[in-house]
């Protein structure tokens, strides 16, 4: 157990809706990253933030945005979703959210987008 | 579990031999670089990392190799035990400029008792 967790585990949906991801990371852990997972693609990096602040932005879609509170979870928000966003999405988190990454991400179990 | 891929490179070995899973980068500028296992229905986990500066780094039951000339990374696993049965992927870290860390698909590698 990496002590991140996501919500939900699995979630089925239809084209043109929007759903929320959610991510707590480690205690302790300031930063989180959120990842992309599909089929044909490797692990594919959208956006991290630290302390409440965005601090990089990767392959995120204008469709996608995330945010992280100040209790430091984080959420993730997809709209207007298409076939093609089916896939996994993890989170990350570390203590530094170092520029660019030195140190170890510990990965939430995962959610399970399936858009039908 | 769920798949993290279909069409991945596939290694199989038997119990108790050693595995050597291999990854290309593409941009000598990369300077740190980790090894993941996922297991099926899992998030990635860390393995061992690696810096530039070095060539060997080892671990329990695993070694890093870095040969910066020909940009290839491999992962050693000694005596693999069936519990080893999962995808192994590489990423690269590039210094300086844009912080987005590359991910490589991945090899599955199973694990004969």
């Known amino acids: 157990d990496s002590g991140v967790t996501q919500t939900p585990k699995h979630l089925i949906t239809a084209t043109g809706q929007r759903v929320t991801l959610r991510c707590s990371p480690r205690?302790?852990?300031?930063?989180v990253y959120w990842y992309q997972q599909s089929l044909d693609q490797g692990l594919q990096f959208l956006i991290q933030?630290?302390?409440?602040?965005?601090?990089a932005k990767g392959n995120i879609l204008e469709r996608f945005s995330a945010q992280q509170f100040p209790d430091l979870h984080s959420e993730l928000n997809l709209s207007s979703l298409e076939l093609g966003d089916s896939a996994l999405y993890f989170c990350?988190?570390?203590?530094?959210?170092?520029?660019?990454?030195?140190?170890?991400?510990?990965f939430g179990p995962g959610t399970r987008l399936l858009v039908l | 579990g769920e798949s993290v891929g279909l069409h991945l490179p596939t290694l199989s070995v038997q119990e108790g031999d050693n595995s050597i899973i291999n990854c290309a980068y593409s941009?000598?500028?990369?300077?740190?670089f980790i090894w993941y296992k996922q297991e099926s229905g899992k998030g990635p986990q860390f393995i061992i990392d690696?810096?530039?500066?070095?060539d060997k780094r080892q671990g329990q039951r695993v070694t890093v190799l870095l040969n910066k000339t020909v940009k290839h990374l491999s992962l050693q696993i000694a005596a693999t035990q069936p519990g080893d049965s999962a995808v192994y992927f590489c990423?690269?870290?590039?210094?300086?400029?844009?912080?987005?860390?590359?991910f490589g698909r991945g090899t599955s590698l199973i694990v004969h008792p």
């Open positions: 990423a690269e870290n590039i210094a300086g400029g844009s912080y987005i860390p590359t």
């Open positions: 933030y630290y302390n409440g602040e965005e601090r």
């Open positions: 690696i810096r530039s500066n070095m």
């Open positions: 990350a988190s570390t203590f530094q959210g170092s520029f660019p990454l030195q140190e170890t991400q510990y």
């Open positions: 205690s302790g852990d300031l930063s």
């Open positions: 941009n000598s500028a990369s300077d740190y």
